[in-house]
């Protein structure tokens, strides 16, 4: 390819990364939220709850998220299809519009969001545990009511803990969305691919590969620093 | 008036009797020392009255508030939570480990607990924790972390933390155990200047030396009852008790 090309299919990639970050971030501020109530019901002290939670995240992390994001995107469609469904689910499904891209979006999206969820649940449910028992025991003792244990001496340090396996799980998800080209999410593996057809040639996959390179770098750096920046106690 | 009341406590661990009808009063001012094998139940018993633990059966009435009364049939019926909670405020425990918040400096560590529990405003609840930690000798130590001091500081700034709250009774639960001879010295010492100054305490200790010159009550517990119970010169000068004297054997040679 010459140098004009390769100008071109940059510039053209640049434009797709930016539904590639908005799935990224998108699936973050989702998944970390709901990670920390999929992690509180899994240790909820009523057993058929934390059985239920955990049916869910074992599903999530031992199938492939390829494998969900189909699922998700086209379960509404053929239940659209399907005859002997009860009215109102098939009054609810009715007011689903399955066209276009913002459809695409929130079926992709959701399948993210659930798996990356029973991923961080696991994390803040090993940090919380990982708290020594000591820690409740001094707030309760002092007076602390269990909320203010949880928020003001629990948590500042699970986030400490979790720090470092967040931060591998954030790297992983930056090249996990270029799974969304499987239902054709306009993405930028997506487009690579394509322009790699278009010119018969590699150099867009390079391009792209490029691209989620620097992303993780940039994410790497920012988790070091949270890190360095956390790491006033012990 | 007599600070603490227990009649009768008993907890058992599943079909482990840890404590068996243990009863014993704690005056005002007084300091008492409860020595005792390990396993005993001298912690358990501690726990019990700190509501770490729920306790089986018995009585507990602190400062005049009955904590749970013996039920009909045997269990411990418990206070409403208001009053669980106001008993609560009115004793300090100090552990064996510290359990200081890591991510809190000293000061913080101190005032925490006053600011959203007494619900006290920070500049004051900072005045006193300054001079708490003067009293401990650590005014110098107000914005380091836990983890930058010793194990004596640390036990120091618990019992500072524990103090905070301007508790009536206050609990040691072997507080020199986790600590190296040299340091557990500077955690007596701040023991004794406190009962000095007429503080009530109740001490597990393995500290038998530190026991007899420091209580006025000493109270000799295994295998989940009091054994023996007296001054230090009852306990330690002339026991009659054989279990007794078997135990403060190696200290009495």
């Known amino acids: 390819m010459s140098g004009k090309e390769i100008l071109d299919v940059t510039l053209i990639l640049l434009e797709y990364l930016v539904p590639t970050l908005k799935l990224f971030f998108f699936t973050l501020l989702f998944s970390i939220p709901l990670g920390m109530v999929v992690a509180l019901l899994k240790m909820c002290k009523f057993k058929p709850v934390s059985w239920l939670t955990n049916i869910y995240i074992l599903i999530m992390r031992g199938t492939p998220l390829m494998l969900q994001i189909i699922a998700i995107y086209y379960a509404i469609p053929y239940l659209k299809i399907s005859e002997n469904l009860p009215v109102f689910l098939k009054n609810i499904l009715d007011g689903i519009d399955i066209q276009g891209d913002a459809f695409m979006f929130r079926a992709v999206l959701t399948a993210f969001v659930l798996n990356y969820a029973a991923y961080f649940a696991e994390i803040f449910r090993g940090g919380i545990e990982s708290i020594p028992k000591g820690q409740y025991e001094a707030s309760e003792a002092l007076g602390f009511t269990k909320i203010q244990t949880f928020f003001h001496i629990i948590l500042p340090q699970v986030i400490k803990r979790i720090v470092p396996a967040s931060s591998n799980e954030v790297v992983i998800l930056v090249k996990d969305t270029s799974l969304a080209n499987i239902v054709a999410y306009a993405e930028i593996t997506l487009k690579a691919k394509q322009q790699m057809q278009i010119y018969s040639s590699l150099t867009p996959l390079f391009i792209a590969g490029a691209f989620y390179f620097v992303i993780s770098m940039v994410m790497t750096v920012v988790f070091t620093f949270i890190e360095k920046k956390l790491n006033y106690y012990r | ?253």
């Not at chain 2, 009797?17 to 005792?36: P, R, Y």
């Not at chain 2, 529990?117 to 006193?128: I, P, Q, T």
């Not at chain 2, 989940?224 to 009659?240: L, M, Q, R, Y």
């Open chain 2, 1 to 253: 008036m007599s600070m603490l009341e227990v009649r009768n406590l008993s907890k058992s661990f599943g079909s482990n009797k840890v404590l068996k009808d243990i009863s014993f009063e704690v005056e005002k001012g007084q300091v008492v020392a409860v020595i005792g094998p390990s396993g005993s139940g001298k912690s358990t018993m501690l726990r019990c009255i700190n509501q770490l633990e729920k306790a089986d059966g018995g009585t507990v009435n602190v400062c005049g508030m009955s904590m749970f009364t013996a039920g009909e049939n045997g269990g411990a019926v418990y206070a409403p939570a208001k009053t669980l909670r106001e008993i609560r405020l009115k004793v300090g425990l100090v552990f064996q480990n510290f359990n200081l918040f890591p991510h809190f400096n000293v000061l913080r560590n101190i005032t925490e607990a006053p600011v959203r529990v007494l619900k006290m405003n920070r500049k004051d609840a900072e005045e006193k924790g300054m001079e708490l930690l003067k009293k401990m000798g650590l005014s110098d130590k107000a914005k380091s972390y836990p983890f930058e001091l010793s194990g004596g500081q640390q036990q120091r700034v618990s019992i500072a933390r524990a103090l905070a709250l301007s508790p009536e009774i206050l609990f040691f639960d072997e507080p020199t155990s986790a600590l190296d001879p040299e340091l557990t010295g500077e955690i007596l010492k701040v023991i004794k200047e406190l009962a000095e100054e007429k503080m009530t305490m109740v001490i597990v200790t393995h500290e038998m030396a530190f026991a007899r010159d420091v209580a006025n009550h000493v109270i000799f517990m295994d295998g989940g009852v009091i054994i023996e119970e007296g001054t230090p010169d009852e306990v330690f000068g002339n026991t009659s008790n054989e279990r007794t004297k078997q135990f403060l054997q190696r200290f009495l040679e």
